[in-house]
Nanobody, 124 residues
C-alpha cells in the first residue's frame, strides 16, 4: 500500500512558476513509476507527466512539454513537478499517482494509487 500526499499548489499569475511535491509512504517507492495528472472543472482527468522507476523514461503531454519538468528523489520518497511559464489553462487540481509496474504511462487506468490532489490556479 502506498499513500501519496501532494503539496505546493496555489495561486500564481500567468507566466509564473510553481513546484508541486508528492510525498509517498512505503518502502517500495523506488519501484513505482510516478505520474502527474490534472483535472479542470467540468473536464476529464488528463495526463501531464510521468517518470519511470529509474527515471530512464520521462513523458510529457504536448500541452506542458517545454514548460513542466518531472523529477524524483527516491531517497526522499518524493516526486516533483516544476511548472514554469504557467498559463490560465493550466488551472486544475493536480494529482500524483503511482504505477506498480514501474514503467509509467499516460493512461490513468494504469495507476494504482492516487493522492488527494492540490489546487493550482493561474490568473490572467
Amino acid at each position: 500500500q502506498v499513500q501519496l500526499v501532494e503539496s505546493g499548489g496555489g495561486l500564481v499569475q500567468a507566466g509564473g512558476s510553481l513546484r508541486l511535491s508528492c510525498a509517498a509512504s512505503g518502502r517500495t517507492f523506488s519501484r513505482y513509476a510516478m505520474g502527474w495528472f490534472r483535472q479542470a472543472p467540468g473536464k476529464e482527468r488528463e495526463f501531464a507527466a510521468a517518470i519511470s522507476w529509474s527515471a530512464g523514461g520521462i513523458y510529457y503531454a504536448d500541452s506542458v512539454k517545454g514548460r513542466f519538468t518531472i523529477s524524483r528523489d527516491n531517497a526522499k520518497n518524493t516526486v516533483y513537478l516544476q511548472m514554469n511559464s504557467l498559463k490560465p489553462e493550466d488551472t486544475a487540481v493536480y494529482y500524483c499517482a503511482a504505477d506498480r509496474t514501474g514503467r509509467g504511462t499516460t493512461s490513468p487506468v494504469s495507476y494504482d494509487y492516487w493522492g488527494q490532489g492540490t489546487q493550482v490556479t493561474v490568473s490572467s
